[in-house]
């Protein structure tokens, strides 16, 4: 114990050496499923520190604020002042639109289909570089007052949006590719072909055949030959476990892949903590 306890106490000193100097860069994602959040040493490019939480069951907005405060007291990172930071928020309300349809004055009636806005939702939107769509979505608005009040200035997008282009920068050649990214009770199908993004959508799963009927229902669509179109797995998926195997029987051309400039990942860190943050 008394070790465990200078270990954090020497990692949160040199934290707070490299914050006065402007060298780190905290990354957080939040959802209603869990949250987790990491520091990097942006001059050494390397992790210094990474912790979340799952939830057993999903919370409110109210509830996820008070996780993220108690995991940030926790590590003594709600003490740093002015550092870098970006908040990814993943939620099931948004939708994409392409930019020659886009009107920033329409927001809230793009979201109409998804569900209920409520009358204090703020709507927002985001750019996607290299897809020519804006991503619309309600963020965890009382999550970024507490980031503003904590540290500032500071970025904040959708999953989506992140994944999308990062997505984008692994379109090297000219054919068809079906991207499939997990975390513990959602996953995001997105298609690209001809390097151009055909297809993106968000849903949720418990077993691995509601996988498998999204897959497939997917590939049925968009006329995809589940024999020639590569499929490519990342997130909470290994190339041991069913959902890998189950895919594996359908698909002939599956594999896991592991993204480099995600500004997450959702590999756990085997202290039950989900959307674990890696170096982008």
Known sequence: MVIGHRYMTEKTI????????????L?????????????????????????GE????????????????????????DTLKGIETTVIHDNDMFCHVPN???NEDELPNYLKFNGKLLANDE?????????ELSTVYVPFTNINNFIFDLFGVF?????????????????KGHGTV???HFSERNFEIAVYQQKKLQLYNQFQYTTKE????????????????????KLKLFGLVEEDDVIFDICYTYFRKVQVFEPKNLLFSSKPNGTGSIDLTLLS
């Open 210 to 229: 509601d996988v498998l009927y999204y897959l497939l229902f997917v590939y049925e669509q968009l006329q995809l030959d589940v024999e020639e179109v």
């Open 100 to 102: 020659a349809l886009f």
């Open 14 to 25: 040199n934290i707070a050496a490299l914050a006065k100097e402007k060298q780190i860069r």
């Open 178 to 180: 079906c991207y499939a």
């Open 27 to 51: 990354s957080i994602q939040c959802s209603l499923n869990g949250l987790s959040f990491f520091i990097i040493d942006t001059i050494l490019n390397k992790v210094l520190l990474t912790d």
């Open 54 to 77: 799952q939830f057993k069951t999903s919370k409110t907005p109210y509830l996820v604020l008070k996780s993220l405060q108690a995991l940030l007291a926790k590590h003594g990172i």
């Open 123 to 131: 709507v927002v939107f985001d750019s996607v570089s290299n897809a």
């Open 155 to 171: 970025q904040f997008k959708h999953l989506s949006t992140e994944l999308l282009e990062t997505l984008a920068k692994h379109q």
